[in-house]
């Protein structure tokens, strides 16, 4: 009897290893799969990029970063980002996106500036209160996302919101029609990389 396993472990392992080495060799000649593609040509204007998911089920089919939770949605959305900020090689985020940060650490403050010009897909401009709606939308009293967590409670305010005892949150303030100030109960170093709260997307708030 243990002889038989003995030769079934044998037998998986070299299926294993045959598939294994198949899939490699299938993608490049030395076995290893290539870091970087390069195309050559000139980009199509108006072209159609066609991306392909193998799956089982119907797609969730929730495209909004506040209330997904699936990850092929999360793949799908990956090609069309409401992200508001850029970040460098480290992961930081830098002054390159729609909107940049500037952090106050002694008064626990963050003042986000967004560019001019910027404008949806379907023609409207981007404005505060798109920045302002995710944080409405993730502390919503009726919110039962994973989104609303111990980190998100760090924006002042947030937690009698999503009580229903205040109609706004009272740490997120507009300030002109360019620039949005949010206050924290604390700032650590995450907040450069999107930590402590912060949230680093907009939402639609004509739609």
Do not use: C
Not at 33 to 43: A, C, D, I
Not at 87 to 98: P, Q, R, S
Not at 102 to 119: F, L, P, Q
Not at 171 to 185: A, P, V
């Amino acid at each position: 009897m243990k002889k038989g396993f003995v030769l079934l472990g044998l037998l998986l392992i070299f299926v294993i290893t045959f598939d294994t080495y198949i899939f490699n060799t299938a993608y490049s000649k030395d076995g290893q799969l290539p870091t970087s593609v390069t195309n050559e040509g000139k980009p199509i204007k108006g072209g159609i990029l066609k991306v392909a998911l193998v799956k089982d089920e119907p797609f969730q089919g929730v495209f909004l970063a506040e209330l997904y939770e699936n990850r092929y949605d999360g793949m799908i959305m990956g090609y069309a980002s409401n992200s508001i900020f850029e970040v460098d090689g480290d992961f930081l985020i830098n002054d390159e996106g729609i909107a940049s940060m500037k952090v106050n650490r002694d008064e626990n403050k963050v003042t986000i500036k967004i560019r001019e010009g910027v404008r949806w897909s379907d023609g409207e401009p981007l404005k505060i209160e798109d920045l302002i709606l995710p944080y409405e939308i993730i502390a919503h009293p009726d919110y039962t996302g994973v989104r609303y967590d111990t980190e998100f409670k760090n924006i002042l305010g947030v937690e009698k919101y999503h009580k229903g005892e205040a109609k706004s949150i009272s740490g997120i303030r507009k300030i002109d029609d360019h620039t949005l100030e949010i206050r924290f109960k604390q700032l650590s170093p995450a907040i450069f990389s999107g930590g402590d709260g912060l949230w680093t997307y907009a939402a639609p708030s004509h739609q």
